[in-house]
């Protein structure tokens, strides 16, 4: 029994030893998990993200290689890190992840999306050897610090919501389908009547309409001084037309009598006529 006993302590201490070995466990992950609230390290140092999902075989075969790569991370100089689509809905719109898994190699704020071979060694080739100059950089209008791309996560959360909302109006509510559309619908039309009365609002406030006084329409109206100038050449022209009308009236007068004057001081001469014999 001694000898058995002496055998039980170590091996008690091997056994607790062997407990607090990270691989008795499961070796840590060194793949950093990236979230919409500390995604903004991204922006300094380099750094390797996958976007994946959990039910995306693709997604699944890459996790070995993935793994293995972020062991080569320190070495690199690397953070090699992920970001489950599913939950962070937010980070996915900031950079409109339309495939899976998508693969974004940045360094120092400059975001490039790989596209090579996905294999350990070519992950650490594609750093190691700075194969990512190669390739030209997501336009800063399209980069994750954007306002554009802060509106499009914006708008990926007002999705989730609106599917969290649907899901529990049909399953905990119990409500039909059409009940629930309607719900939105009516919320849509009165969010965008409130929307377009601030906006109206908005634009009251920056451009102020002018109100105009009514005008007072006298009887008789004082001419300007302006107009007083052409008030006298009209008159002028009147007066200039009259004139002329009187004297095509007094040459036509005077034509009228010049046949009959002319008659009267007519010489007669001696009679052309002979008589015949």
């Not at 009547?193 to 309409?209: E, N, Q, R, T, W």
Request: aromatic share 10%; charged share 25%; glycine share 6%.
């Amino acid at each position: 029994m001694a000898p058995s006993r002496s055998l039980l302590v170590p091996l008690v201490v091997l056994g607790l030893l062997l407990w607090e070995t990270p691989w008795a466990h499961g070796r840590r992950s060194d793949v950093r998990v990236l979230t919409d609230e500390n995604w903004r390290e991204l922006l300094e140092g380099e750094w390797m993200v996958e976007f994946y999902a959990p039910w995306c075989p693709a997604c699944q075969n890459l996790q070995p290689e993935w793994e293995g790569f972020a062991e080569w991370g320190e070495d690199l100089e690397v953070n090699v890190a992920k970001v489950d689509v599913t939950e962070q809905t937010g980070l996915s719109g900031r950079f409109i992840i339309t495939a899976l898994p998508t693969i974004y190699h940045c360094k120092d704020g400059e975001i490039r999306r790989y596209q090579g071979p996905r294999t350990k060694n070519d992950f650490i080739n594609f750093v190691s050897e700075k194969e990512w100059k190669s390739i030209e950089p997501v336009s800063s209008w399209f980069g994750p610090s954007s306002i554009l791309m802060s509106s499009m996560s914006a708008l990926f959360r007002l999705s989730m919501y609106i599917r969290i909302c649907y899901d529990y109006f049909i399953e905990d509510l119990g409500l039909p389908v059409w009940g629930s559309y309607t719900i939105f619908a009516l919320a849509t039309l009165l969010s965008g009547l409130l929307l377009g009365l601030c906006m109206i609002f908005v634009a009251d406030c920056l451009c102020p309409s002018k109100r105009r006084k009514p005008q007072s329409y006298p009887s008789k109206k004082p001419l300007p001084e302006f107009s007083q100038p052409l008030k006298k050449l009209v008159e002028e022209q009147e007066a200039d037309e009259e004139d002329v009308s009187e004297e095509e009236a007094e040459s036509k007068g005077a034509n009228s009598e010049f046949p009959q004057s002319a008659i009267r001081q007519r010489p007669v001469g001696p009679s052309l006529t002979t008589d015949k014999s």
